[in-house]
């Protein structure tokens, strides 16, 4: 009993305290029983949809940070690889033919890495501007790559180059260059079709430049392509790096005598119209992200 004469009591059942008839913890058990609570479907509904969005939420995360390699990009690619190639001053005068030009030049440029189809072609050397030797293409080309290098020969076989790194005098029989670099040429036979031969990864023996003579893959029958110092005579043969299984002349042989020779490389655009230009460093920037993101796949293939 306390001071104020009433008696307090404790209920052994519940284990809860009471004040005379009054117990407040029954009185919150009471409104709690009043109180809607949801159904077993309602929950399973909600969790349901919780579980859905929550998958929704992942699909957009993995799309968000999902990068394709060059190969899927070039596949999915916009109308850039639909269009002509656009070029900086000078047009090609090899592709200029008024047959097969404008077919040629759309399928080369659609062999091209992704990332250099929205580039403008600019014409750093040119075998009737520059003058004819190999002293002259190595200045004309200097740092600068990737290159697309295209030669006609006086039977009008058109072949030529992807050049992954700039031409350079190679020290003594030492190859360089990358798995970007391709070999390619359009088959007069038939209706200049392009012929088109990547990296087999077979071996590394891409780039070779001296000051006698330039060429391209090894292993095998001979250098993929091989030009002289004059500009004047060369060579096309089966190589490994390539897997060209024979020359990449049209014609009967593999020995050829150049008419022609031009050297491309490639300025970026932010637009596909010809007078959005963009300067000459950054397009050089541009380019190189090719070389970037394709040594990446390829580490990356190394390691796997």
Same mark, same amino acid.
């Given at each position: ?20 008839? #009054? ?31 929550? @998958? ?23 109308? #850039? ?45 040119? #075998? ?30 058109? /072949?030529?180059?992807? @050049? ?32 088109? /031969? ?43 790096? /390539? ?62």
């Amino acid at each position: 009993e306390n001071s104020h004469g009433r008696a307090r009591s404790c209920s052994a059942d519940s284990g809860t305290a009471a004040v005379g008839n #009054f117990s407040p913890l029954g009185k919150v058990k009471e409104w709690f029983s009043n109180f809607p609570t949801p159904s077993k479907d309602r929950n399973e509904r909600h969790l349901r949809k919780s579980s859905s969005e929550r @998958a929704i939420d992942v699909s957009v995360i993995k799309k968000k940070t999902s990068h394709p390699s060059l190969d899927t990009v070039g596949e999915n690619s916009d109308s #850039f690889s639909n269009e002509e190639p656009i070029f900086f001053e000078k047009p090609s005068r090899i592709l200029s033919c008024p047959t097969h030009g404008e077919k040629m030049r759309k399928s080369l440029k659609s062999a091209l890495p992704y990332a250099l189809q929205s580039c403008s072609w600019n014409l750093v050397y040119d #075998f009737f501007t520059d003058g004819i030797s190999l002293e002259k293409l190595y200045a004309k080309t200097e740092h600068r790559a990737p290159t697309l290098m295209i030669i006609k020969t006086v039977e009008d076989d058109i /072949f030529g180059i992807l @050049a992954s790194d700039a031409w350079c005098m190679s020290k003594g029989r030492s190859f360089y260059g990358t798995g970007e670099t391709f070999v390619f040429s359009f088959d007069k036979r038939n209706e200049n079709e392009l012929c088109l /031969f990547r990296w087999t990864k077979k071996n590394n023996l891409f780039m070779h430049s001296t000051s006698t003579h330039l060429a391209v893959g090894a292993g095998g029958a001979g250098f993929a392509v091989c030009v002289d110092s004059d500009l004047e005579h060369g060579t096309s043969n089966a190589c490994e790096t /390539f897997g060209n299984p024979k020359s990449l002349l049209s014609s009967d042989g593999n020995e050829f005598v150049l008419e022609s020779l031009e050297v491309f490389s490639f300025e970026a655009r932010l637009a596909k119209s010809p007078s959005d230009k963009v300067s000459p460093a950054k397009g050089r920037r541009r380019a190189s992200l090719f070389g970037l993101e394709q040594r990446s796949i390829l580490l990356k293939e190394s390691i796997t």
